[in-house]
């Protein structure tokens, strides 16, 4: 079945850096495009970063310049390289892929989700 596994999350004091990865396994990984999501507490979901099957990546301005996602397709990994934090990225992180899988039936995906938190 499909797995995505999130680690890198902890606590930084901002201006640092984090690392964030996901293991995907269980489908065709180098066909969908992957997402980060993040979500504070008490605040909604938001789109931090997706990047294509062809590379092709885009971030919302909240966080551009400052997140890089990238992905390994050998290897069926996904990062978010995550720098010049800030105490309002404190979130969770989750790994997400969406789309048509086997049976041709639309499907969601999340990981466990990892915990960021920025704060002196």
């Known amino acids: 079945q499909v797995q995505l596994v999130e680690s890198g999350g902890g606590l930084v004091q901002p201006g640092g850096s984090l690392k964030l990865s996901c293991a995907a396994s269980?489908?065709?990984?180098?066909?969908?495009?992957m997402r980060w999501i993040r979500q504070a507490l008490g605040k909604e979901r938001e789109l931090v970063a997706t990047?294509?099957?062809?590379?092709?990546?885009t971030y919302p301005d909240s966080v551009k310049g400052r997140f890089t996602i990238s992905r390994d397709n050998a290897k069926h990994m996904v990062y978010l390289q995550m720098n010049s934090l800030k105490p309002e990225d404190t979130a969770v992180y989750y790994c997400?892929?969406?789309?048509?899988?086997?049976?041709?039936?639309?499907?969601?995906?999340w990981g466990q989700g990892t915990q960021v938190t920025v704060s002196s």
């Open positions: 997400n892929v969406q789309g048509f899988f086997m049976g041709g039936i639309f499907r969601n995906y």
């Open positions: 269980g489908f065709g990984f180098n066909n969908y495009d």
């Open positions: 990047i294509t099957t062809g590379l092709t990546t």
